[in-house]
């Protein structure tokens, strides 16, 4: 079945480090989304990229789709600590049969 | 604008007991709905998923249940809780148009068994 895979499990930067975080799915994707989970929260919605080679910035965050559409990324320049959280890929395999999320990449951020 | 609720917030339960949560949506017609659980510090898995009234697809095999009895009503049930069902326990719903619209997730609900 279609896995999607996330590292790293965990980072811990120093506010003001740049940080990424890389997403590979087994199976092409239609679409990826970027999800993020505050300690105690639910995910909140992002993102979601479609376009082969797809970039998106928003503020300090920037989203990329692979060309291929199997791989994904999220860079955060300058990390705040209001970036602390899980931040979790997710997408549609080609035929928009089953819907997976990765297991996430757990950010901490030191002031 | 469109709410999700989900109760209650926390839930413990002994082993063996019956479960139901209860999810609601409003400000939307015909969602998708999923139910997903995560476990500690782990990620999300996708236990069921409705894209209309009484119609539910499940991923993994288990213990639990679910139903939908209205278009914004999603239920999770078990007739004997495991252990194992200790989790954090999230609704969501989705544009049921496209599937690649994104989820909108409730606040949770945090099960213990014991």
């Known amino acids: 079945g279609q896995q999607v895979m996330q590292i790293p499990q965990y980072q811990h930067v120093q506010e003001g480090e740049d940080f990424t975080t890389y997403c590979n799915s087994s199976?092409?994707?239609?679409?990826i989304q970027w999800y993020k989970q505050r300690p105690g929260g639910h995910p909140v919605f992002l993102i979601q990229?479609?376009?082969?080679?797809e970039v998106k910035k928003q503020k300090r965050l920037t989203f990329q789709f692979g060309e291929a559409k199997k791989n994904s990324s999220l860079h955060i320049t300058a990390t705040q600590t209001t970036d602390v959280g899980t931040y979790f890929c997710?997408?549609?395999?080609?035929?928009?049969?089953?819907?997976?999320f990765g297991p996430g990449t757990r950010l901490s951020v030191l002031p | 604008s469109q709410t999700i609720h989900q109760w209650p917030a926390t839930l413990v339960q002994p082993v063996g007991s019956p479960l139901s949560l209860e999810c609601t949506v409003e400000g939307t017609s015909n969602p998708n709905l999923y139910w997903y659980r995560q476990a500690a510090g782990r990620g999300l898995q996708l236990l069921f998923y409705?894209?209309?009234?009484?119609?539910i697809s499940s991923e993994v095999p288990q213990n639990l249940s679910a139903s939908r009895p209205q278009d914004r009503q999603f239920i999770l049930s078990s007739k004997k809780l495991l252990l194992s069902d200790s989790g954090f326990y999230l609704c969501a719903w989705s544009g049921g148009v496209y599937e690649g619209n994104e989820q909108f997730f409730g606040p949770g609900t945090r099960l213990t068994v014991l």
């Open positions: 990229l479609v376009k082969s080679g």
């Open positions: 409705s894209v209309g009234i009484g119609q």
């Open positions: 199976t092409t994707l239609s679409n």
């Open positions: 997710a997408g549609w395999n080609y035929y928009g049969q089953n819907f997976v």
